[in-house]
């Protein structure tokens, strides 16, 4: 019998892997409770059909982005949450006292929340954005593989529901958001930790992988007539640009993390302190990943910036060949520059210089293209509504935060300052102010396009200042402590460092921010109760410049009735000033990718099968992932994915008497 | 929608989908490169244990290289017969590189049997782990490919040379051409400079 | 929406390819793996210049296939194709290039003096 339990649980005891610290378990409990609140919801209200075919089987590009919005927003709390404990228990864990948590359980915070944050709020932001508007932009009526882009979605979301699921049963790692060995080999963290980190990142990296190639292909193939390459907007150039990223840099990751988890499963010897392992190997490929994973990250930011930067400055972008070329000139370099994570391993000077000297290099580009926003606001007609509320608050800390970064090129100086907080506030510089409020300032821009109505201007801008202040008195005194030499990571520290003012400021810090979030809640909810006042939808609130704001808000599940011919770029904008009138319009009929829940499945039953790792349950990684294969394979197979959209049904459509 | 219309559909779709599928083969190589990386930096750390060139069977692995060899030749013989529209002939050169493939992996398979038995399984060393994974993920994407073009034949004896089939088919061969291209470098950089004294 | 037709005729091409430039590809294929395979028996040049050799015979052997079994350059999507390949090459050279320099590098330095000494006198050494 107990063999048999065995085979069934693999090394799960049901008892054993529940949580024991308070703030573990209420956090548990909390996920657990809430889980059950949305159900009993959906039950009250009868929403499940509509949930199954509308959200869950979609194959819509404009339904998933809002999906990834969604779980990204989602993330985004639960990694603040790991924040504000952090913050807390850094300013109270000082002398005799110990803070909130335990250390173990600090280690498992400061692992989760930077997980989360990159790989699930970042890169949910991003995917959400691009799926939302790119289709948009370049005049297409979706992306290149609508069922792909689906699974993509579902092996994202996998991922998340694994990570929140180690909350509850067995713990997250402790070993840091990269997890370095030897620390994360099974002789040092032997628990399960460690696996549902890799095997959450695992689904959730062929996720990102698919949709690398399927927007490549998008961009490449589906433009509209008349939209050469040189014709589309910044935006677009600059998903290009980190879509090339995603598609050579992902799989560095896939391989290493596959080599982490036959060590830690199989006993290989691939980056073991002993039988021939070399921990060393395993930092430098997961950096290779690593650099050209934070510049995709921020490259879709930075295009938010040209378009939100041109709109409310009512000029063109400043310079967009020497934008295009800074864009290539960042993916390139940030192929060479991932030494710079890892000087003080104990490579020789030679091989510091020549990545530190790659380092400053390739602050240049991202120069130009401050400067190139700078000039396009030079001589504008400003309007500083919130997303340049936003901008100007990134302009200013990134280029401050982006200056420590060359500082710390030098490896001399990084000898001094690698692993203190002057790192820490360095990165979260990079990441809040230019991935985080380049997203942001994405959101408020185009919220009205894809829901129909605006959200708050006021609370918006009251938002964005508690989050500049709040992130400015976060993290100063990190900058400070970092110089002062504080390390990162510590759950503890002694009085007579004199630390703990600077961290009570910097736990403030993050109260400001949290304000600014929930004052981004209430403008939603406001925005959403109060969106009968602003009347009919409009096209184009803004007065924007690209196609995106040719179509109504929302869009028609078609995107564009007849698919427009481009002569110059800005299109939008040249015809809005010559006041061209477009032709009457010859409907033909349109093909829509249908539903299928295909992606649904084999996103849930890879995560199954990923459980199954983790928990050394055979049957279910076998059962799982012979499924999923099954449904690629069935959905794969049928010739009929398509459904036929009739002349009259457009018209309608076009016309206003039919929802779309 | 008129015949015309399918026609430039099915070309688009067919255009989406070859491009597509080369991206996603680039990033497979990419993949490959960070498990030779691997490799070449793990080829010293025997462990005190055995190395290439005490393992390597040349003969052995120049008659695996052949096979798959062949098999990508086959499988080009096959895409012209799908190309001219010849069921039977597509079926039947299909089929031969099936035979081949799984003559390949057969072939690979009892080496690492083999070396498993002798104690020079894939926890030993190191420099193992890394070979047999190595070696190992190409001889994964050689089952994905048998088990494919398994799929690809009932379709073609059930469906006959539709489009979807015909599109399908080409990727297929992408693939499997690919995975040749790749044991090049295996059989190459693993195997013949593997038991050249270091 | 109605099936393709099966017409007699085949709507367009699927592949640039043709019997000869498959056999002169599968005959280049077989004469370049032998080469190398006998260069490394036989001993022909000392380790340095047989690295070289199996190098040059590896490149030479992917530019065959990738011509005459993948048809780059050839057929639709030729150009973006090119594109991405010369990019991924790219990639694979500063990736795994730079690994390799960086680990023996690493690897020399994180030795301690005496390990050094002793793999000297071995015969050896990093």
Same mark, same amino acid.
């Given at each position: 019998m107990n063999n048999f339990m065995q085979m069934i649980f693999g090394r799960l005891q049901l008892t054993e892997a529940f949580p024991r610290e308070p703030v573990t378990a209420f956090a548990a409990v909390g996920m657990i409770m809430t889980g059950f609140l949305v159900i009993g919801a959906l039950t009250y209200f009868k929403k499940w059909r509509w949930l199954w075919k509308e959200w869950l089987t979609?194959?819509?590009?404009?339904?998933?982005?809002?999906?990834?919005?969604?779980?990204?927003?989602?993330?985004?709390?639960?990694?603040?949450?790991d924040a504000l404990m952090m913050r807390t228990q850094q300013a109270t864990s000082v002398g005799s006292a110990h803070g909130i948590v335990s250390t173990d359980t600090f280690q498992q915070v400061f692992s989760a929340h930077g997980t989360i944050m990159i790989f699930f709020v970042a890169m949910g932001f991003m995917f959400g954005l691009i799926n939302l508007i790119l289709p948009l932009q370049i005049g297409s009526r979706d992306v290149a593989f609508p069922f792909m882009n689906a699974t993509s979605f579902w092996l994202f979301t996998g991922g998340m529901i694994l990570v929140n699921v180690s909350l509850m049963l067995g713990g997250f790692s402790s070993a840091g958001w990269l997890a370095y060995p030897p620390l994360s080999e099974s002789q040092y963290s032997p628990g399960v930790g460690v696996d549902y980190w890799i095997w959450s990142l695992q689904i959730?990296?062929?996720?990102?992988?698919?949709?690398?190639?399927?927007?490549?292909?998008?961009?490449?193939?589906?433009?509209?007539?008349?939209?050469?390459?040189?014709?589309?907007?910044?935006?677009?150039?600059?998903?290009?640009?980190?879509?090339?990223?995603?598609?050579?840099?992902?799989?560095?990751?896939?391989?290493?993390?596959?080599?982490?988890?036959?060590?830690?499963?199989?006993?290989?010897?691939?980056?073991?302190?002993?039988?021939?392992?070399?921990?060393?190997?395993?930092v430098n490929l997961i950096w290779a990943w690593g650099h050209p994973e934070v510049y995709i990250l921020v490259l879709p930011a930075f295009g938010v910036f040209s378009e939100v930067v041109a709109t409310f400055s009512r000029k063109r972008l400043f310079g967009y060949t020497s934008m295009v070329v800074a864009i290539w000139l960042i993916v390139l370099l940030s192929f060479t520059v991932w030494l710079h994570h890892f000087f003080t391993m104990g490579a020789g000077a030679d091989v510091n210089a020549v990545f530190g000297i790659a380092t400053m290099l390739i602050s240049i580009p991202t120069g130009v293209k401050i400067f190139n926003w700078l000039f396009t606001m030079y001589r504008g007609r400003i309007r500083f509504t919130s997303p340049m509320i936003w901008f100007l608050g990134f302009v200013f800390l990134f280029t401050l935060g982006g200056v420590a970064g060359v500082l710390m090129a030098v490896p001399a100086i990084d000898f001094q300052v690698h692993n203190s907080l002057f790192l820490v506030a360095h990165f979260h510089t990079m990441i809040i102010s230019g991935v985080l409020f380049g997203y942001f300032a994405g959101l408020t821009y185009w919220f009205p396009k894809v829901f129909g109505f605006r959200l708050s201007e006021k609370i918006g801008r009251y938002a964005a200042w508690c989050w500049i202040v709040g992130f400015v008195v976060a993290f100063t005194p990190l900058y400070i402590l970092g110089l002062m030499g504080a390390t990162r990571r510590l759950d503890h520290y002694s009085a007579s460092l004199g630390w703990q003012p600077l961290f009570i400021v910097a736990g403030i810090?993050?109260?400001?921010?949290?304000?600014?979030?929930?004052?981004?809640?209430?403008?939603?909810?406001?925005?959403?109760?109060?969106?009968?006042?602003?009347?009919?939808?409009?096209?184009?609130?803004?007065?924007?410049?690209?196609?995106?704001?040719?179509?109504?808000?929302?869009?028609?599940?078609?995107?564009?009735?007849?698919?427009?011919?481009?002569?110059?770029?800005?299109?939008?904008?040249?015809?809005?000033?010559?006041k061209r009138r477009p032709a009457k319009p010859m409907y033909q009929p349109i093909m829509l990718p249908k539903n299928t829940p295909a992606g649904l499945l084999i996103g849930m039953l890879a995560m199954a099968a990923a459980f199954g790792f983790v928990w050394h349950m055979w049957w279910l990684v076998v059962i799982g992932a012979l499924s999923a294969i099954i449904v690629l394979?069935?959905?794969?197979?049928?010739?009929?994915?398509?459904?036929?959209?009739?002349?009259?049904?457009?018209?309608?459509?076009?016309?206003?008497?039919?929802?779309? | 929608m008129n015949n015309e219309a399918l026609i430039l559909h099915e070309q688009t779709v067919h255009?989406?989908?070859?491009?597509?599928f080369w991206l996603y083969v680039m990033t497979d190589c990419i993949l490959f490169a960070s498990l030779f990386a691997t490799y070449a930096a793990l080829r010293g750390n025997t462990a005190d244990g055995p190395s290439g060139q005490t393992l390597f069977d040349l003969p052995y692995v120049l008659a695996e290289t052949l096979v798959l060899l062949t098999s990508s030749f086959t499988c080009g013989l096959a895409i012209l017969a799908t190309n001219r529209q010849h069921k039977t002939q597509a079926i039947s050169?299909?089929?031969?590189?099936?035979?081949?493939?799984?003559?390949?992996?057969?072939?690979?398979?009892?080496?690492?049997?083999?070396?498993?038995?002798?104690?020079?399984?894939?926890?030993?060393?190191?420099?193992?782990?890394? $070979?047999?994974?190595?070696?190992g993920t190409h001889g994964l994407?050689?089952?994905?490919?048998?088990?494919?073009?398994?799929?690809?034949? $009932?379709?073609?004896?059930?469906?006959?040379?539709?489009?979807?089939?015909?599109?399908?088919?080409?990727?297929?061969?992408?693939f499997w051409h690919f995975l040749d291209v790749i044991w090049i470098f295996i059989f190459s950089i693993v195997y013949l400079l593997g038991v050249l004294p270091s | 929406?109605?099936?393709?037709?099966?017409?007699?005729?085949?709507?367009?091409?699927?592949?640039?390819?043709?019997?000869?430039?498959?056999?002169?590809?599968?005959?280049?294929?077989?004469?370049?793996?032998?080469?190398?395979?006998?260069?490394?028996?036989?001993?022909?040049?000392?380790?340095?210049?047989?690295?070289?050799?199996?190098?040059?015979?590896?490149?030479?052997?992917?530019?065959?296939?990738?011509?005459?079994?993948?048809?780059?350059?050839?057929?639709?999507?030729?150009?973006?194709?090119i594109i991405a390949l010369l990019s991924a090459l790219s990639v694979v050279f500063i990736v795994v290039g730079g690994s390799l320099w960086i680990m023996y590098n690493l690897n020399y330095h994180m030795t301690p003096s005496d390990i050094h000494k002793y793999l000297n006198e071995q015969g050896g050494g990093i």
């Open positions: 979609t194959t819509n590009h404009k339904r998933i982005g809002v999906m990834y919005l969604a779980v990204a927003g989602i993330m985004l709390v639960r990694g603040l949450a959730a990296g062929i996720g990102s992988l698919l949709s690398g190639v399927n927007f490549l292909v998008t961009i490449l193939k589906m433009r509209c007539p008349g939209m050469t390459l040189m014709k589309m907007p910044m935006f677009v150039w600059s998903v290009f640009g980190a879509m090339t990223l995603v598609v050579f840099a992902f799989p560095i990751l896939t391989a290493t993390l596959a080599m982490l988890a036959l060590d830690r499963t199989f006993g290989t010897h691939f980056f073991t302190s002993g039988g021939g392992g070399n921990a060393m190997m395993y810090g993050v109260g400001i921010i949290c304000v600014g979030v929930g004052l981004q809640v209430l403008q939603l909810l406001v925005s959403i109760i109060l969106r009968a006042r602003q009347g009919k939808p409009l096209n184009d609130p803004w007065d924007g410049r690209t196609l995106e704001w040719a179509t109504t808000s929302p869009p028609p599940v078609y995107n564009f009735a007849i698919i427009p011919t481009v002569t110059s770029r800005d299109e939008f904008w040249e015809q809005k000033q010559t394979i069935a959905q794969s197979a049928r010739d009929e994915q398509e459904t036929e959209l009739s002349v009259e049904t457009i018209a309608r459509i076009e016309a206003g008497e039919k929802y779309a | 255009t989406k989908t070859n491009f597509g050169w299909f089929a031969v590189t099936m035979v081949l493939g799984l003559s390949f992996l057969a072939l690979e398979v009892n080496e690492f049997a083999h070396l498993a038995q002798i104690g020079a399984g894939w926890q030993r060393s190191g420099f193992l782990s890394a $070979y047999f994974t190595l070696v994407h050689i089952v994905v490919g048998l088990v494919w073009m398994t799929i690809m034949l $009932y379709q073609l004896l059930q469906r006959g040379f539709t489009a979807g089939v015909r599109r399908r088919l080409s990727l297929l061969s992408i | 929406m109605s099936r393709v037709s099966h017409t007699s005729k085949p709507l367009e091409q699927h592949s640039s390819g043709t019997l000869s430039l498959y056999l002169s590809g599968f005959i280049m294929s077989v004469v370049l793996t032998l080469a190398a395979y006998l260069a490394v028996t036989t001993h022909v040049a000392s380790t340095g210049v047989l690295i070289a050799i199996v190098a040059m015979l590896a490149t030479v052997q992917f530019l065959v296939q990738l011509f005459y079994f993948l048809h780059i350059g050839s057929g639709r999507n030729a150009r973006w194709k």
